[in-house]
């Protein structure tokens, strides 16, 4: 159980305590039971989902999968066809949205084209009526926070799109909303700008304590920022878990392939005992797996394993271990991409530079903790994973 | 005559200069004949076009135009006209006949200037029909027949607006009428500089009371929509409306203008032998005489005019009981004046 | 040998000749005759040479020496092209009236008499012993003259040569041509604005059908339009039928043969050429500029103010251009729904180039109203402070 031990000493971890026992005092933002149909098309079915003031969440999934609706309907421009959405004890379902006090920060901006960045950020403050000259020191500030005081005269379209999503982001936040709701906001910038404002967002909210919801179809900028991720399908959440929760103990097909490259096995399950489950494949190979949650011998399973969680060895070692046959090497620069043919099973490992791999031919032994292996009850409707 | 103005032209020298450029050379183009459009050519297309089309074997072309001298001499200085034989009203066969944009008229193929009211004979043109400028009213509306234009101006008898077309040509001659001016006597009084004071401030006695229109279909539903109560009207328009709505549009011979609208050839047209006969073809009392049939318009062939049965010679211009107190528009006069006197009517209106 | 390059530039200008054949021929040729038929004057000078070199050196006053009558005698018995003599004669005339009938008279009197024998002019006709008739003449003679800008603009030359206030309302109804497109132009933009946005914001048929009827009237013959207003407009017409009937007048009002009527059918018809850029620049603007405005706590109508709006100028901008633009030019549509006060200055121009051949005053009414827009269109460049509104 090191493995444990070592998650829950991380700060990530601290914070996701923290947040639960918020929530159970009461939640700032609550989905209750919220459904939204366009036409016969239930974009939304039945979402219930709570947010503690201070948390940042990101939507992550598909497109199509209900992410942006959710947003829309927080943001006011779509409304639920049933239930209710709760604000910080609130009903706000019918709230108009110029009265919901959000930022919100759009996918390709929204800047206004003919007003300069600095009428852009004082838009927010003049609708609120606050005073020209108050306005103008806010906007200074703000301006100077993101490193943009210099460009305060030009127009969106003499800006780069990293100086743009800042002008966004800052418009977004001037005005003190109570919730920042962000639309694939970094969706248009290139790789590097992208993990560059990924960690800008990151400590902007642990700086200022806001409460972000952050929608996403990539999933490593979810994994990077978020306190936690609601990965959807289908107008449904997956999971809802901590960025690691997610990663390491996917509880559905889904969610293991959608987050990240997994190896996964179907078998069933052969005897429990002591917390691990033996599990035959269908293959024939047997693994041994750590149990998270409770499973039925006898029934059919799904055992997923993380590609870097192989260890390829020239001899067998202790825990699982499966013969192989390396097919293929593709060169990744910091790893190798190995693929490897098993007793009736494909694998494929991630092996570290430094670890020796034998070229295309060459046997070898794919080695992997029970602890390394996470069980996945199966869809009860198959093929719906896909 | 100028019948509709259908087409929206952009005003100015560009029109002009536009038609000069289209003037072009046409070397094989068939016999091009161009008239004033409407229910007009329609029938003229009926009896003379398509006949003389048959008899010669080959196409005749007939186009349509709204009238002006500027368009005949951008035609005719392009060179080569894309027009052949145009019916002109008499300002435009007068001034361009002076100004040599006419082929001269063969008279003895046409068998004699004798065989065609004095008036329709000329030296570039031959007179294709004799229409009327006349007060028309709506006799189902107006229980008094009015029978002069003193009536016209009478705005206190005959409460209600007028309708007169608008620029100095009929307006200043029913003025002066209007004014107890002999209607014989109208164009020497106008000749004068006192008689053109004296017809416009006739006008400015009636000028709260006028609607102005413009294009020939106007004074109709004009008439007919009882916005005005009289108004001057063409006399083939009247006889129309009356025949095809059943309306009972009256109008008042004395006092009437006539004026005859002529066929003529263009200068250096490169059909000028078959237009001259197409010319004589239309002037054939046979063919002339079933002009009537479709639009009251009197005929200048005296031949043909005598062919034409009594119930319509009651419609007709040229019938000697209409021409009791009509006069003839003066083309002379109006060739020499209309210039000056359009600058003043203009600045009259917008006074 | 020509290398590549040259080759190029060939090609290149090969490519784009049609283009500035087309401008030539279609926008500069017809400005530049339409200017220089404005200020050339050569006709008279042209079948008149000895008169026109003999009467230059009179002095305006009473009548012109013999030498001048001889001069002109001389030229009428000259055989002279009859197109040339008719274009000299149209000159003549429209300065002053009935010189046209002077003229063919004395041509052929003087034809008709023996080549060696004297003529009296005022024998032949009284007008010759008038100085006007021959201080026309003297006028005539220059190759070019101002003679017709000046009237454009209600002016002209008295007999000493100052210029005096001549009788004609060519400036009223300038003003009046530039007052009514202004008018109509305003009526578009209240009216297209909102029309294109609903145009904007509706899909399928609805936008469809939107469009469709504002451009119904480009595609319908005019008469049949004019007829339509008659009948909706006029004192026994729907509109005043159902005010009546409505209690809102008891007398029908006056919608038609008026600047009203102008006002409403041209409003009608040029309703397109506003609403068409005005859409088009619509449609450009993001979709989330809205929801953006609106989650940043701008109500709809402030949104609409702050956002859309001045959004929406360039187009309105460029559909204001193209409609006054086009206004200007009308004179149909006043002409069938106007009253006596209504008539535009196209009206005017066409009097005089279709209507007698003055080529000469429709070039120059043309070129003041060329001159006017364009200083117009200057200031309005200026104050709009936007260069690139047309193009954008």
């Known amino acids: 159980m090191g493995q444990r031990l070592e998650r829950a000493s991380r700060p990530g971890n601290v914070r996701a305590k923290a947040i639960t026992r918020r929530l159970r005092l009461a939640p700032f933002i609550h989905f209750d039971q919220v459904t939204k149909s366009f036409g016969p098309l239930r974009v939304v079915d039945q979402l219930d989902l709570q947010v503690a003031k201070g948390e940042f969440v990101s939507l992550l999934g598909p497109s199509g999968s209900g992410k942006t609706t959710i947003l829309m309907m927080l943001a006011g421009f779509e409304h639920p066809s049933h239930g209710a959405i709760w604000l910080d004890g609130t009903r706000i379902e019918n709230l108009p949205s110029h009265k919901r006090n959000m930022g919100v920060v759009f996918q390709n901006y929204a800047l206004f084209p003919h007003m300069t960045v600095a009428e852009n950020v004082a838009f927010p403050l003049v609708m609120r009526g606050v005073g020209k000259r108050e306005a103008g020191e806010r906007v200074a500030r703000a301006l100077d926070m ?86 959807f399908n289908r107008g449904r959440i ?126 070898a032994f794919a080695c992997f903790e029970p602890s390394e292996c996470t069980l996945i009850a199966p869809d009860k409707a198959p093929g719906s994973a896909s | 005559m100028k019948v509709t103005s259908t087409l929206l032209r952009i005003g100015g020298a560009g029109l002009a200069l536009g038609l000069m450029v289209a003037g072009g050379t046409a070397s094989a183009r068939d016999l091009t004949v161009v008239s004033w459009g409407g229910n007009y050519q329609d029938a003229q297309k009926k009896i003379y076009f398509e006949p003389f089309s048959k008899k010669i074997g080959k196409p005749v072309l007939d186009e349509s135009w709204d009238g002006g001298i500027g368009v005949i001499a951008a035609k ?79 705005t206190t008898k005959f409460p209600g607006k007028r309708g007169f077309r608008r620029g100095p040509k009929y307006s200043l001659e029913f003025a002066l009428m209007a004014d107890g001016v002999k209607p014989e006597e109208v164009y020497k009084v106008l000749g004068t500089p006192e008689g053109v004071d004296r017809a416009f401030k006739k006008l400015d006695e009636l000028k709260p009371n006028i609607v102005w229109w413009e294009a020939g279909a106007q004074p109709l539903s004009l008439l007919a929509s009882g916005e005005v109560v009289m108004s001057t009207a063409y006399n083939g328009r009247l006889a129309g409306i009356n025949k095809t709505e059943g309306k009972n549009f009256q109008g008042v011979w004395p006092g009437s203008i006539y004026a005859i609208d002529s066929w003529v050839i263009l200068k250096d047209s490169p059909n000028a032998k078959e237009a001259m006969n197409f010319i004589a073809f239309a002037s054939e009392p046979v063919n002339q005489s079933k ?33 009791t107190g009509a006069i003839a528009l003066d083309g002379a006069f109006w060739v020499d004046n209309v210039e000056e006197l359009t600058k003043r009517f203009n600045a009259w209106l917008a006074k | 040998m020509s290398g590549s ?152 030359r008295d007999t000493e040569g100052s210029i005096t206030a001549d009788v004609s309302a060519n400036r009223v ?81 006056q919608l038609i043969f008026n600047r009203t009527g102008v006002v409403i059918a041209m409003t009608h018809v040029l309703l397109p050429f ?33 956002v859309l709006l001045p959004m929406a100028l360039p187009g309105v901008a460029s559909g204001s251009l193209l409609v006054f633009m086009v206004a200007l030019g009308y004179y149909i549509t006043p002409a069938l ?56």
């Not at chain 1, 972000?212 to 991720?229: C, G, K, N, P, Y």
């Not at chain 3, 004192?235 to 008891?250: C, F, H, Q, S, T």
Request: with cysteine.
């Open chain 3, 173 to 253: 109804i300038m003003v009046r041509t530039f007052t009514i497109a202004a008018l109509v132009t305003a009526l578009c933009a209240l009216i297209g604005l909102p029309y294109a946005m609903i145009a904007a914001a509706s899909t399928g048929w609805v936008r469809n059908v939107l469009l469709l009827a504002v451009l119904l009237p480009l595609w319908t013959s005019l008469l049949v339009r004019t007829a339509s207003w008659v009948i909706l407009l006029q004192n026994e017409g729907l509109i005043n039928k159902a005010l009546i009937a409505v209690g809102i007048v008891d007398q029908p009002l």
């Open chain 3, 5 to 156: 390059p040259a080759r190029a530039r060939v090609s290149a200008l090969l490519l784009v000749a049609p283009l500035f054949l087309f401008l030539a021929a279609f926008f500069v040729w017809p400005l530049v005759m339409m200017i220089t038929v404005s200020v050339t004057d050569g006709t008279v000078r042209q079948v008149m040479p000895e008169t026109a070199s003999a009467i230059g050196a009179w002095d305006g006053s009473g009548l012109p020496p013999k030498e001048v009558q001889d001069a002109l005698i001389a030229d009428l018995r000259a055989p002279s092209e009859q197109m040339a003599f008719g274009d000299a004669v149209r000159r003549l005339n429209s300065e002053v009236s009935g010189f046209r009938t002077l003229l063919s008279r004395t041509t052929s009197a003087v034809r008709d008499l023996p080549p060696d024998q004297t003529v009296d002019l005022a024998g032949i006709d009284p007008r010759w012993g008038e100085g006007r008739y021959w201080q026309a003449l003297q006028r005539a003679m220059p190759n070019y003259t101002d003679r017709n800008l000046l009237a454009a603009v209600d002016l002209k």
């Open chain 1, 146 to 231: 993101v490193r943009l005081a210099h460009l305060k005269d030009r127009r969106p379209s003499q800006l780069s799109g990293g100086q743009q999503q800042r002008v966004a982001l800052t418009r977004a936040l001037v005005f003190e909303p109570t919730v920042v709701l962000m639309d694939e906001p970094l969706g248009a910038l290139d790789k590097q700008l992208r993990e560059h404002m990924q960690l800008e967002l990151r400590d902007l909210h642990r700086t200022l304590g806001l409460t972000v919801i952050f929608v996403t179809h990539d999933q490593s900028e979810a994994l990077t920022m978020s306190d936690r991720i609601a990965v």
């Open chain 3, 274 to 306: 506003m609403v068409l850029p005005i859409y088009s620049v619509l449609l450009g603007i993001p979709r989330n500029l809205m929801p953006a405005a609106s989650s940043l706590g701008a109500s709809r109508l402030r949104a609409f103010w702050h």
């Open chain 3, 337 to 392: 729904v106007g009253g006596a006060e209504d008539q535009m200055i196209s009206s005017v121009i066409a009097f005089f180039a279709t209507g007698t051949a003055n080529w000469g005053m429709a070039g120059a009414l043309g070129l003041i109203l060329l001159v006017t827009t364009t200083a117009l269109y200057l200031v309005y460049g200026r104050l709009s402070r936007s260069p690139n509104m047309v193009g954008a």
């Open chain 2, 76 to 154: 005719v200085k392009a060179g080569v006209p894309n027009w052949d034989v145009v019916q002109v009203e008499t300002e435009e066969l007068e001034l361009g006949c002076a100004d040599g944009f006419y082929e001269k008229i063969d008279w003895a193929a046409l068998g004699g200037k004798d065989k065609f009211l004095p008036a329709a004979v000329s030296d570039c043109g031959v007179g294709a029909i004799v229409w009327s400028t006349m007060l028309s009213y709506d006799a189902d509306r107006l229980k008094t027949p009015p029978t002069s234009w003193a009536d016209f101006w009478d």
């Open chain 1, 238 to 363: 997956e999971q809802l878990d901590t960025p690691e929760g997610i990663y390491d103990r996917p509880r559905t097909r889904f969610v293991a392939e959608f987050i990240g490259e997994t190896n996964l096995f179907e078998g069933v399950v052969q005897r429990v005992e002591d917390g691990i489950a033996e599990v035959a494949l269908t293959s024939g190979v047997g693994v041994r797996a750590a149990l998270l949650a409770p499973v039925e011998v006898g029934a059919p399973i799904l055992a997923s394993v993380r590609p870097e969680r192989l260890h390829l060895q020239g001899e067998a070692g202790a825990g699982n271990v499966i013969p192989v046959t390396v097919t293929d090497n593709v060169y990744q620069g910091d790893h190798l991409r190995t693929h490897l043919a098993g007793p009736g099973l494909d694998l494929v490992a991630k092996v570290q530079r430094r670890v020796p791999v034998g070229p295309v031919g060459s046997t």
């Open chain 2, 291 to 323: 002009l009537p049939d479709y639009i009251a318009y009197g005929l200048p062939n005296k031949e043909a005019a005598a062919m034409v049965p009594a119930a319509l010679q009651k419609n007709l211009p040229t019938t000697q009981a209409n021409l």
